[in-house]
């Protein structure tokens, strides 16, 4: 088959269904010595069909294709990178243990490079060194969900999606909206307080207008009285149907009340961070309440026989170089690879080759 039969067959251009009949009547047209041979009139009986060469706009595109495709390829890509419907896959794509953990994550896919590279990665250690939000700046206006929401079993969370509800969850900081999109939980928390770690944490997603996010979180610290917060309850009541990733089900009447009283009254934390699962893109606007919120131990366990482990470990502080690219930068092997090489290539030895 010659490179204009191949290329029509690729393009799809003028061939029926019956590619072998028309493949071998090309073949016939094309080749003077086949029509000589003494069988030849079996195979000239059917009139040759035309070929038409493909237009040169597909021949571009194509070669267009294919430089793109090799370029992304060679830099590390997969097929599933470039197929614009994984991205969900991708997203949920990770894990909190080993290859797939934190440690790999923005080896996942070239989107979480913020992962090991960005200088404002959440969660942190909170202390005095990072400022305080004053209570007065912020405005937290959640209505009471007495219908509930719906609640899903991501695989690496419990999260309560409350965007596009018939009345919008928001929380006014220094006089911008953000509206709530959604809120999950960490067993054990994210975040410390002055390096002292608590048993869960719950981050309410927020955006404005302009795409920039805020995330309110608290933590929860156990009882020894048995009370918890009543929202707590709501969301575990029908979590017997939520023990499998990928389930939904719906949470009980969701008030808020109190919560927005905590965030109010109390101290905050404020700092610039970022999502703490992939992408981990940054820039976002964390408000963190000083105290914890009451947590008893039957709901503890609930969350955590759910959610299993999923705390991202804690990221250096804000401004200062991420912790991965420290790490990254301190391998001695690495420095011992560089030497070998070197030492190779000036004795004539290849730099790509194996010892
Ligand atoms: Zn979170």
Known sequence: MGLKELAAVYSGLDIDSDNTKSLKDTRVALNPLVSMQPHAEKLTATPARRVVPPKPTTLILSFLIFIYLTLHLAHGASLRDLWPLSRSYRASNFTYTGATGPLGWAGLSKANAACSISKLQSP????AAVGGAHPRNII????????????????????????????TATTHLDGKAYALDRFHFHT????????????????????????TRLVLATLFELTTDNTTTELLTAVTQNISALTAPGTRTRTGALLFEPLAAHFQV?????????LTTPPCTDGVTWLVASEPLTLNVPTFLAFKKVMRFNARYTQNTPG???????????LPHRGRIWNWNW?????GGSVLGLP
Not at 266 to 274: D, I, K, V
């Open 188 to 211: 054990p928390s994210e975040h410390r307080i002055e390096e002292e770690y608590f048993p869960m944490e719950v981050h309410f997603v927020h955006h404005a207008v302009d795409g």
């Open 320 to 330: 200062q170089e991420n912790l991965l690219e420290m790490a990254a930068r301190q």
């Open 124 to 127: 942190i250690n909170l202390d």
């Open 140 to 167: 937290i206006a959640f209505p009471d969900f007495n219908e509930g929401a719906e609640i899903e079993n991501t695989g690496q969370t419990l999260e309560v999606h409350v965007r596009g509800m018939a009345t």
């Open 266 to 274: 109390g101290a905050l934390y404020r700092y610039t961070g970022s």
């Open 343 to 347: 030492n190779r290539n000036m004795k």
